[in-house]
Antibody
Framework: EVQLLESGGGLVQPGGSLRLSCAAS????????MTWVRQAPGEGLKWVSA????????YYADSVKGRFTISRDNSKNTLFLQMTDLRAEDTAIYYC???????????WGQGTLVTVSS | EIVLTQSPATLSLSPGERATLSCRAS??????LAWYQQKLGQAPRLLLY???NRATGIPARFSGSGSGTDFTLTISDLEPEDFAIYYC?????????FGQGTKVEIK
């Protein structure tokens, strides 16, 4: 069974940084592209970033480009999202998901809440 | 970026009825469209991908159709657990985008 477990969320001040992790199990992690999707409170879904299985291809939404960095450690089956220069509009639940064929979000974690507020 | 518009915003139906949800793209997405279900307080779940292929474990009452710019999700016989928000999503090009969602509520 595929399991994705996010961690690292919390309350951070504007301009601050946070690192999210997503521990994966139940599938061959290195064979799958992975992605982050976020959902602001009461809002819809927005894609944030994606990374191919070997980390050779990386993609970002314009809204986070230059501030967020996606990475992965295939030896530890873990996906990361380093977030810097956080803004109030980054407040959301952040979900990791495996990215089927780099097109569709297959299995999802339960999410971790990031709150940016002073 | 491609804009996906879902209609209606809310669908009020009774268990056993058929639900028909629409998703329209601002430009062609070929068949690179997926549908997700999200229940309150839960993560989304992939229902259909490539417009009409059911994901693993998804019941046959969920079906999808369409290509190009117009897509439909049909739930043939609503079960109590089907009342949720449904999102469409495309990835014909970058960035992937989602529709704003259709809420299927109990009438």
């Amino acid at each position: 069974e595929v399991q994705l477990l996010e961690s690292g969320g919390g309350l951070v001040q504007p301009g601050g940084s946070l690192r999210l992790s997503c521990a994966a199990s139940g599938f061959t992690f290195s064979s799958y592209a992975m992605t982050w999707v976020r959902q602001a409170p009461g809002e819809g879904l927005k894609w944030v970033s994606a990374i191919s299985g070997n980390a050779g291809s990386i993609y970002y939404a314009d809204s986070v480009k230059g501030r967020f960095t996606i990475s992965r450690d295939n030896s530890k089956n873990t996906l990361f999202l380093q977030m810097t220069d956080l803004r109030a509009e980054d407040t959301a639940i952040y979900y990791c998901a495996n990215f089927l064929r780099l097109r569709f979000f297959d299995s999802w974690g339960q999410g971790t809440l990031v709150t940016v507020s002073s | 970026e491609i804009v996906l518009t879902q209609s209606p915003a809310t669908l009020s139906l009774s268990p056993g009825e058929r639900a028909t949800l629409s998703c329209r793209a601002s430009q062609s997405v070929a068949s690179y469209l997926a549908w997700y279900q999200q229940k309150l307080g839960q993560a989304p779940r992939l229902l259909l991908y490539d417009a009409s292929n059911r994901a693993t474990g998804i019941p046959a009452r969920f079906s999808g159709s369409g290509s190009g710019t117009d897509f439909t999700l049909t739930i043939s016989d609503l079960e109590p657990e089907d009342f949720a928000i449904y999102y469409c999503q495309q990835r014909v090009n970058w960035p992937p985008t989602f529709g704003q969602g259709t809420k299927v509520e109990i009438k």
